[in-house]
Each structure stands twice: as C-alpha cells, then as structure tokens.
C-alpha cells in the first residue's frame, strides 16, 4: 500500500500530525468480495482516501477517531481504530438502491444552475484540424472519483459523483451521468484529491503565490518543505502551412503541456525549480550536504517519480 500512503496525507491546513498513525487494511461486502473505490474517512480531520482495486487501503488518522467507509450500495459505516495496521471492514448490502450522502454536511459544495455544462458525452473533444486534436485539456480521458477539502477543513464527498479537472480554466467539474456536467464553486473549496482508474491519487491545493487562477499539485509534502508542479496547459490551432516545398507547423490542433516546478521551505514563499540537478542544489542550498547525498544515491532521469522521491528524502 506504498503507492497510498504519500497521497493520502490531506496536508491541506495547518494540523499537528505528531499524533496521527498509518491506518491500513482491507474492505469488502458481506460475502468476503473486496469492494474497490470504498470512501474513507477520519471521523474528526480531513484525512481520506479510497481502496485500490484489490478493496485495501492506507492513510494517516487519528488513533482517537474512528473511521467512516461508504461505497455506492453500501451504507456508511463507522469503524472503531483497534488494529491500525489490519483493519478489516466489512460493509453490509444498501436496499435500497444507491447511496446519494455528501459527506461534510451542506451541500454548497456543489454549483449552482448557471455553472452547469450540458452534452459533455467524451472529456476528449476532436479537434478542428485535420488531424483531429492531440493532448486534452482535461486532466484525465474519463470521469474519476475523489473529493474537497473546504477552507474550513471539512471533506465534501459524495458517493454519486465523478470529477476531472479542466486544466485550461482551472475548474474542477462533477458529474452523475457523465453527459452533464458541472463546474465547482472556487470559493467552496481549497484544494481537492482526484484519484485515477486505479486508484492512485492527485492532491492539489489552491496556492495564489504560485498561480492565482488554478490549482496547483502536491508533489511531496512534509514538515520542512513542500514541492509542487504547476500543471500549465495551452491550446494551440493547427497552424500547417506548405508552398509546395517547404512545410512548417501542425496539421492538428493541440492542448500542449509545459509544467513549472516550484518548492516552498516551512514558513517561506515559493521558489522555481527546474528538473536539473544544478536547480534542484540551489532550491536545497540550505542542506548542500543532504542533496549531495540523494544525488549520489539517486542516478537516473530527474522525471516527476525522481522529484518526489527527492521531496521525501529532504522531509526526513
């Protein structure tokens, strides 16, 4: 449950986390089945996760709290925290039909009428060029699971919902039938964590100093410093011209990414990052030696996995 573990961390307010523990185990229903994209939640901080396909799971919570797990079909069920490391869940079959909860009590989570976004039938649009249209401006080709976190830190969550996130505008949309859709009020949440088809999660947070009109990634969290990747995407026309002899551009339009990186010390403000080693030393020129160590430990491709894993050494 490595893969969990990091993502799962909600460090989306100002808590003490000295006192939280790794929860991990296992859901399933009544018949032994595991139950995958099971929600779950601390009952009394904004920690949560979903279970991976295999219905297991892992996440930081308080020993004192309890967990609450729901899934499409299953009631919610609150789960006392005595075996941390092999909970088993078992949630009983719904009656009724599908459950339709919104975790964190109102739902102004949710937009009103005029940010509705009628006949969205494909994330992926076809493009006006000849050929069609590369890239997205959506952050994933289809619908995923995953919920808020609001400025007050409370979880908005329902069981009926799927969300992507438009890149282009900054928005996070939700949808019950995946033809309508609907855009979230900005000013009803702080940050949000989208989990992809097999259950690995996105954290991003709302950071005005780096980027005031959208969201912005967690990387690698922790208690000295923070680094994040701000998804910057533009679309292109196709723009495909030839003489006869000589061509230039495109002959498709594209939704082309180029992504900043950025790391923020306890307490300071946001410094660019480039993926070089000779950028990465002068982001982390406070501890020359810790650096040195992970470069002499890390060899490869500085790609996103090398950040942060470099986020997790340098928290240590």
């Not at 779950?40 to 991976?52: F, G, L, R």
């Not at 009983?92 to 940010?115: I, L, M, R, Y």
């Not at 009628?118 to 590369?134: F, K, P």
């Not at 088809?197 to 990387?219: C, G, R, S, W």
Request: net charge negative.
């Amino acid at each position: 449950m490595k893969k969990l573990f990091f993502l799962a961390l909600i460090v989306l307010s100002k808590i003490t986390f000295g006192q939280n523990i790794e929860v991990s185990g296992i859901v399933t229903d009544q018949k032994g089945a595991p139950i995958p994209f099971a929600f779950i939640s601390d009952s009394q901080h904004p920690y949560a996760t979903y279970t991976d396909m295999n219905g297991q799971f892992s996440l930081m919570a308080d020993p004192a709290s309890n967990l609450l797990v729901s899934a499409n079909f299953h009631p919610e069920t609150k789960v006392k925290i005595d075996k941390p490391t092999e909970m088993k869940i078992v949630l009983a079959d719904e009656t009724s039909g599908q459950v339709t909860n919104v975790k964190g009590g109102s739902n102004s989570f949710f937009a009103p009428d005029e940010n509705r976004i009628d006949h969205i039938s494909s994330i992926n649009r076809v493009g006006a060029g000849e050929g069609g249209l590369h890239g997205s401006r959506y952050l994933f080709n289809d619908w995923v699971h995953g919920f808020a976190i609001t400025p007050k830190d409370s979880i908005k969550q329902s069981n009926v919902y799927l969300f992507n996130y438009d890149k282009v505008a900054g928005n996070l949309m939700f949808t019950r039938n995946k033809s309508t859709a609907m855009l979230v009020v900005k000013d009803e949440i702080k940050g949000f964590t989208l989990f992809d088809e097999n259950a690995m999660p996105m954290i991003f947070e709302e950071v005005p100093d780096i980027d005031a009109k959208h969201y912005v990634q967690v990387l690698a969290s922790g208690p000295k410093y923070k680094i994040y990747k701000n998804l910057n995407t533009e679309f292109i026309k196709a723009n495909f011209v030839t003489n006869g002899i000589t061509s230039s551009g495109n002959s498709y339009d594209e939704y082309k990414d180029e992504n900043t990186y950025y790391v923020v010390k306890a307490g300071g403000q946001p410094q660019k990052m480039d993926p070089k080693s000779k950028s990465i030393k002068a982001a982390f020129a406070a501890e020359p030696d810790k650096i040195k160590k992970f470069f002499a430990d890390n060899e490869g491709d500085i790609d996103e996995n090398y950040i942060k894993a470099l986020g997790e050494f340098m928290n240590k």
